[in-house]
Each structure stands twice: as C-alpha cells, then as structure tokens.
C-alpha cells in the first residue's frame, strides 16, 4: 500500500481536486449510463406491450360487432 | 469449436436478441473485476510519477477513455460499412446503440484531459491538433445521433448515419498521429506497438486493465441499448409480439 493515511489518498500530494475530478466523472457517467440505457430498455418494452394488448382488445371488439355498423378505427 | 456458418445465425434480430440478453451480466461481471483491479493497482499501488506527483493517476481514466472513443467509432463505422454494403438489419441497430457511449468516452476523454491540462500546463484547453481533433470527434458522434433521430424511416436513418460515419472516420488516424504529425502540448504515446512502452509495468498494468474495464462496460452497455432498438423496430414480428405477451401478460 502506497498510502500512509486516508487524508494524504485524498489530498493526492496537492493534486486532489484534478485527480478526484476525473475519477468523480468518469464514475458519475459510468454509472448514469447504463442506469438510463436499462430504464430505456424496460420502459420500451412495458410502452410496446400495453400498445400489443390494446390493439389485440381493438380487434376483439372489431370481431364481436361484426355485422353491426363497422366502426371508424383511427 | 462452432462451425462458422452458426455465426451467421446470431445476425437475425430475433437470434440476437436472447443471445445479448445472456451475455449482458457476463460482461458486467469483466468489467467490474478488471475496474477493481486496474483501480486498485493505480489508486493504492502504482508509486508516484517523478515528474507529475500524484497528478499522473490521471492516467487511469484518461487514456482508457480515449481509446475507447476512437476504437467504438471504429467499430461504428464499420457497422455502418456492413449495413451499407449489405443492407443488413442489425448493423445499423449496432452503430446506433454505440453512438452515446462514444459520445461519453469522447467527453470523458476532453474532460479529464481539461483537468489534467490544467496542473501540467497551466491551461484547461489549447486549440492544438490531438485536442481539437479529439473535440471534433466527440461532435461527430453528437451529428450521427442527431442525423439518425432527425429521420423517422429507421433504414432511411441507418444509410444517412452510415455515410456521415465513414465520412468520420478519417477523423480518427488524425488524433491518433495527431501527437507526431504537428507540434503539440500534448505527451507523445505511452504504449505504441513497435516499441516497449515508457512507463513502469505496475502504471502500465493498471492503465491497461483500466481501459480493459472500460471495453467490456462498452460492449455491456451497448447490448442493453440495442436490445431496445431491436424491440422497437421489430414490433411488427411475430416473435416481437410472442416476447411482449410472455413478459407482460
């Protein structure tokens, strides 16, 4: 170990502010990115799942009134 | 050993898209362990340098960083090559879910560059070759994925991205030989490939395991976000479909 004591890690020899800097953003992005890109991914899949089903009901409804007046569909 | 030929199976979203999904926590799992070492043989090991102090751990984020956007534009560009030449669906899926993690190693480069800049040579930025060329990189991952979201035909999307990325890529031999091509404030390489590197084996482990973490978080990352992407344009499938109905029923 290279360190005598925490206080002279941090300080890193009057350099601290630049070193913990950029350790402190690359850590920063590197744990925001892929937080986001996986609640992207899950909400893509929960938005695509509710679109499925609501278009399955759409066609269920459609297949019961047939017969009656067809409905206007957007 | 797999036959070659099984390779070509994974090219087809829906063979692609579980594969990833196993593959993700692996690459997790080599990121974190070559982070944790690579960390603490820079952070806690690696003696001090004796011409930067202990601002040289620097070092550990910056370069990793750095190759890291030049190598994902890299690999981007050819992506956008295959899916031009052969008009296949994944490769602009690919290029488009390595575009933002470029961006940020792009950003992480200038940014620790800046606060290492600063100590070393008195000034946070100088228009000099390596660091503007690196700057330039970083606005040309910031073009691909402003020009693919602009366009709402996602192939239409792919081809424009694609040529904007080979048109790019010139870019990247430019900061690569940036250091020896013109007079530059910025330090020559560490580690070249015709000549032993220039530095003690402990910074060099460090910086090396450092940029190896960085790698597998990059191959990590991009799996998720074209998960998402392959879900979104595949829709209309029927294998699409079968998957949302399984998990959200």
């Not at chain 1, 002279?8 to 070193?19: I, N, S």
């Not at chain 2, 030449?85 to 961006?103: C, E, H, V, W």
Request: hydrophobic content about 55%.
């Amino acid at each position: 170990m290279y360190w005598n004591s925490l206080s002279d890690f941090l300080a890193m020899g009057g350099y601290g502010l630049y070193v913990w800097g950029s350790f402190g953003m690359t850590a920063l992005v590197m744990l925001l990115e892929p937080w986001l890109a996986l609640r992207r991914q899950r909400a893509i899949r929960l938005l695509l799942a509710r679109q499925l089903l609501a278009a399955m009901q759409e066609e269920e409804k459609q297949k019961k009134s047939m017969g009656a007046e067809p409905e206007e569909t957007a | 050993m797999m036959p070659l030929t099984h390779i070509y199976k994974f090219a087809a979203p829906a063979a692609f898209y579980p594969l990833a999904g196993r593959l993700i926590p692996w690459f997790w799992g080599l990121a974190a362990l070559f982070g944790a070492i690579g960390l603490w043989l820079g952070l806690a090991v690696a003696p001090t340098d004796f011409q930067q102090g202990e601002g040289y751990r620097i070092i550990f984020v910056h370069v990793g960083a750095s190759w890291m956007s030049m190598f994902i534009y890299l690999v981007m560009a050819f992506w956008a090559a295959i899916g031009l030449a052969f008009n296949t669906r994944l490769s602009g899926m690919m290029a488009a879910a390595l575009a933002p993690t470029g961006a940020l190693f792009a950003f992480i480069s200038l940014w620790t560059g800046a606060l290492w800049g600063k100590p070393m040579w008195g000034t946070w930025w100088v228009w000099d070759a390596r660091l503007t060329s690196e700057l330039i990189l970083l606005f040309l991952y910031v073009g691909f994925i402003a020009l693919t979201h602009a366009i709402d035909d996602p192939r239409r999307a792919d081809r424009a991205g694609a040529v904007l990325a080979l048109v790019g890529v010139v870019n990247i031999p430019i900061i690569y030989f940036s250091v020896k091509w013109w007079n530059t404030l910025h330090q020559g390489a560490s580690v070249s490939l015709t000549r032993s590197p220039s530095m003690a084996a402990i910074m060099l482990w460090s910086m090396m395991l450092c940029a190896l973490a960085m790698w597998m978080y990059t191959i990590a990352v991009s799996l998720i976000r074209v998960r998402g992407i392959i879900l979104e344009r595949e829709r209309h499938t029927n294998w699409v479909k079968a998957l949302l109905l399984e998990l959200n029923p």
